[in-house]
């Protein structure tokens, strides 16, 4: 059975496999880790996740 990753900030599963290099990951941020997709978008819109973590 297949692994994935969470997202690091609301935890949901995301489809990214834990194997995944991450340059071939969507919606991965060095430092933050794997985030879901809609995390990831509330994030590109507001510059300051990093106060998230
Ligand atoms: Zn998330």
Redesign the pocket.
């Known amino acids: 059975m297949k692994q994935v990753e969470p997202?690091a900030?609301?935890?949901?599963l995301t489809d990214i496999e834990k194997e995944t290099p991450s340059y071939m990951r969507e919606h991965f941020i060095d430092g933050a880790g794997q985030?879901?997709e809609?995390?990831y978008e509330d994030i590109a819109q507001n510059k300051e996740w990093h106060n998230l973590l």
């Open positions: 997202c900030l609301c935890q949901e985030l879901c809609h995390c």
